[in-house]
């Protein structure tokens, strides 16, 4: 794949010095990501491809006509690198719309972004994926789009908003920026070659597309039966021998950064021993406003890998040419003529704070501030309710019934491994039994949790217990529940249970907490139960406040406890999870019972 050029005889032109160049960056520090050289020259840009760049890194006697342009201007000496790109992120998970998303993370350097929108699409569909399609148009970056291969993410373990086969995925590679399979998390679907994952494989095949893996904790034959499915990438690793194994059999790590899972610094440390680090990336997956307010955005995950002892430009080069040729994009990622003028100008290469980001050639911030004019975009999806639970749930609902009256039982527990990671495991224990009904009133570690499906026209739901979870008292409620997304409440007591679900429902989706029956904070999230409309800084705020009232609960290990409730319904991810049709053994891909007989 290519980005394309409308003139390319001018372009010609240009870099033979026949016609003036749009724009000339002089006086910059020049980072070549081909040689990993730093040096002084001009770079002479037309119609947002860089034409030519004046230098003498050797010290040649030559002579050259200089280059002449229409607008001049001048690094004064700094370090011009190429635009920065995440090589995996979900802008749903952000809690911004695209073009929210896009002010916020430019003046951190970000041009080129891959986004999956699986999240809006087990919400709403095929809609849901050409409304991030849509309103991410005719922005100063780049946002390419992956279609989403598995939603829901396992078959038969939960029930999603949509259910995507190889005929959606076809609708979605129709559209202009779709280049891909959004991470194909189902992992034993393919190496099984179930007939879902090799259809829609195929269907990324036939145009050609990016197929984008999700592979966490694989190796020996698992790994290289999915690799030989032409997969390429996983972002999912977190071990130091993953990374080894992986990079070994020639797939690309994304390494991770993001608000939940921070693994750059244990990947890289897999990895820095080997002589060749071009498959080797960076991405933030899932990233909140608040911090990118604060740290910013892949700037500051290069910033982090650095720290691990990576060398600055072996940094820089893993979120721009590696991340590039992963793609397989042929002329971005790098300072060169014929590639993309996606520039950006920084004081220093350990840390990325840009003064100047350019986009296509085009000045687009400047000392941290938005200069290119993102113009609003209203599209009706943003107006659509999706929090749809039709029937009207009691405080009964909310009970857990034995199957006994009175006395002790045991049942299988989700069991988090610590407070602060989002590993699940199978535990056994023995509860009370009050009058028909589980009583959990003297293990304080231990909640209820309970998933009811928000989409049209579903009205299953499943209840279970969960241990070191973390809050202490109270009930939280999200609609944002990896990955379908469902509405998710861990609690003490049945009447918080009940007033976060009431909340959820009048707000249209989000994240609530309440005690003693009523609602402490709530972070409002209408657009899918995802996202706001709010500018980054703003919506920075609010999530700031709603963390705040989840630690005055108990959550207070946790470093982000905004969304730890969005990790007890991922399926995916080893090794007990649950959803709205129960309990589930994600390595066996088979259903638990809470009892135990």
Same mark, same amino acid.
Request: hydrophobic share 40%; with cysteine; charged share 25%.
């Given at each position: 794949m290519r980005i394309m050029t409308k003139n390319k005889k001018s372009l010609v032109e240009a870099a033979m010095g026949k016609r003036k160049c749009s724009l000339i960056i002089k006086n910059g520090k020049i980072l070549n990501m081909f040689t990993g050289e730093i040096y002084y020259g001009n770079i002479g840009i037309y119609d947002g491809f860089i034409c030519h760049i004046e230098c003498n890194p050797d010290g040649l006697n030559k002579v050259e006509e200089p280059l002449e342009g229409e607008v001049i201007f001048d690094a004064k000496g700094q370090y011009v690198i190429p635009g920065l790109i995440d090589i995996h992120i979900h802008i749903e998970s952000t809690m911004m719309t695209p073009r929210n998303f896009a002010e916020a993370v430019l003046v951190h350097g970000t041009t080129t972004v891959i986004t999956d929108p699986h999240e809006i699409g087990n919400v709403l569909g095929v809609e849901g994926v050409k409304y991030m399609h849509d309103s991410s148009s005719d922005l100063p970056?780049?946002?390419?789009?992956?279609?989403?291969?598995?939603?829901p993410s396992v078959l038969?373990?939960?029930?999603?908003?949509?259910?995507?086969?190889?005929?959606?995925?076809e609708k979605m590679f129709k559209m202009e920026r779709v280049i891909g399979l959004g991470e194909i998390m189902d992992f034993l679907g393919v190496i099984n070659n179930e007939e879902r994952m090799d259809s829609i494989i195929e269907m990324g095949e036939k145009f050609g597309g990016f197929l984008q893996g999700h592979a966490p904790f694989s190796c020996g034959r698992p790994l290289s039966a999915y690799l030989t499915r032409g997969i390429k990438s996983c972002h999912e690793s977190r071990l130091p021998q993953e990374a080894r194994d992986k990079i070994r059999n020639g797939m690309f790590v994304d390494a991770r950064e993001?608000?939940?899972?921070?693994?750059?610094?244990?990947?890289?440390?897999?990895?820095?021993?080997?002589?060749?680090?071009?498959?080797?990336?960076?991405c933030t997956d899932d990233r909140e406003p608040e911090d990118i307010v604060k740290d910013g955005h892949i700037n500051y995950v290069i910033k982090e890998v650095i720290k691990a002892g990576m060398n600055p430009?072996?940094?820089?080069?893993?979120?721009?040419?590696?991340?590039?040729? /992963?793609?397989?994009?042929?002329?971005? !990622? @790098? $300072?060169?003529?014929?590639?993309?003028? %996606?520039l950006v100008i920084t004081p220093s290469l350990e840390d990325i704070v840009p003064s100047a980001v350019f986009f296509n050639g085009e000045l687009v911030a400047k000392d941290g501030k938005i200069v290119k004019e993102i113009e609003n975009m209203k599209l009706n999806v943003e107006n659509k309710n999706?929090?749809?639970?039709?029937?009207?749930?009691?405080?009964?609902?909310?009970?857990?019934?034995?199957?006994?009256?009175?006395?002790?039982?045991?049942?299988?527990?989700?069991?988090?491994?610590?407070?602060?990671?989002?590993?699940?495991?199978?535990?056994?224990?023995?509860?009370?039994?009050?009058?028909?009904?589980?009583?959990?009133?003297?293990?304080?570690?231990?909640?209820?949790?309970?998933?009811?499906?928000?989409?049209?026209?579903?009205n299953s739901k499943a209840?279970?217990?969960? /241990?070191?979870?973390?809050?202490?008292? !109270? @009930? $939280?409620?999200?609609?944002?529940?990896? %990955?379908?997304?469902?509405?998710?409440?861990?609690?003490?007591?049945?009447?918080?249970?009940?007033?976060?679900?009431?909340?959820?429902?009048?707000?249209?989706?989000?994240?609530?907490?309440?005690?003693?029956?009523?609602?402490?904070?709530?972070?409002?999230?209408?657009?899918?139960?995802?996202?706001?409309n709010k500018k980054c800084i703003d919506l920075a705020k609010e999530a700031l406040e709603m963390k705040e009232a989840l630690r005055k609960i108990g959550l207070i290990e946790p470093p982000n406890p905004l969304l730890r409730i969005a990790t007890i319904a991922l399926p995916v991810i080893p090794d007990v999870k649950m959803s709205d049709l129960g309990i589930i053994d994600v390595n066996k891909q088979e259903f638990i019972n809470l009892f135990i007989k």
């Open positions: 970056m780049r946002q390419y789009v992956l279609a989403p291969s598995c939603v038969n373990m939960e029930n999603a908003g949509a259910n995507f086969t190889y005929k959606e995925i993001s608000s939940i899972s921070k693994n750059v610094k244990d990947l890289f440390k897999g990895v820095k021993d080997f002589r060749y680090l071009d498959n080797f990336t960076l430009i072996d940094a820089i080069r893993s979120a721009t040419l590696n991340s590039a040729r /992963e793609l397989e994009i042929s002329n971005l !990622g @790098a $300072i060169a003529p014929g590639f993309v003028a %996606d999706t929090v749809y639970i039709d029937e009207d749930l009691t405080l009964e609902d909310f009970k857990i019934k034995a199957p006994i009256n009175e006395g002790k039982i045991k049942v299988n527990v989700i069991k988090y491994e610590d407070k602060v990671r989002s590993i699940t495991t199978f535990s056994e224990k023995e509860v009370n039994v009050v009058n028909g009904y589980v009583d959990l009133s003297n293990n304080k570690d231990l909640m209820t949790v309970m998933v009811i499906n928000r989409h049209k026209g579903k209840i279970a217990i969960v /241990e070191n979870f973390g809050n202490s008292h !109270g @009930a $939280i409620g999200s609609t944002v529940s990896h %990955d379908c997304h469902n509405m998710t409440i861990v609690y003490d007591k049945e009447e918080n249970a009940l007033s976060v679900l009431k909340e959820l429902k009048k707000i249209g989706g989000g994240i609530t907490c309440a005690v003693n029956g009523k609602i402490k904070q709530t972070l409002a999230l209408p657009v899918a139960g995802l996202m706001s």
